[in-house]
């Protein structure tokens, strides 16, 4: 075999290879592509649940002001029931 035969033989290995190798890489950039996908519609449900919640947080805090703004009247209700119960007694 002459040195140009063996040259031509040794960068035909070469292409094969490199295909070979750009085969890869597609099928590595198609699951990276799908694994990125997958990466963005979960951070969009896990944005979906954090705005959910904070609605959710705000509801419960806008009752919590509404019972603490009772608390005052309660007691003012309660003290005066007490006060016809000693009337009534």
Do not use: F, Y
Request: proline share 0%; hydrophobic share 35%.
């Amino acid at each position: 075999m002459s040195n140009d035969d063996l040259t031509v033989k040794v960068l035909v290995e070469i292409r094969d290879e490199i295909r070979q190798t750009n085969r890869r890489l597609d099928g590595v950039d198609m699951r990276l592509d799908q694994q990125g996908q997958r990466i963005v519609e979960s951070e969009i449900r896990t944005a979906t649940a954090i705005t959910e919640l904070h609605g959710t947080m705000r509801d419960i805090h806008g009752l919590l002001v509404e019972q603490l703004d009772l608390r005052g009247r309660v007691e003012r209700c309660e003290r005066d029931i007490d006060e016809l119960k000693k009337r009534v007694n």
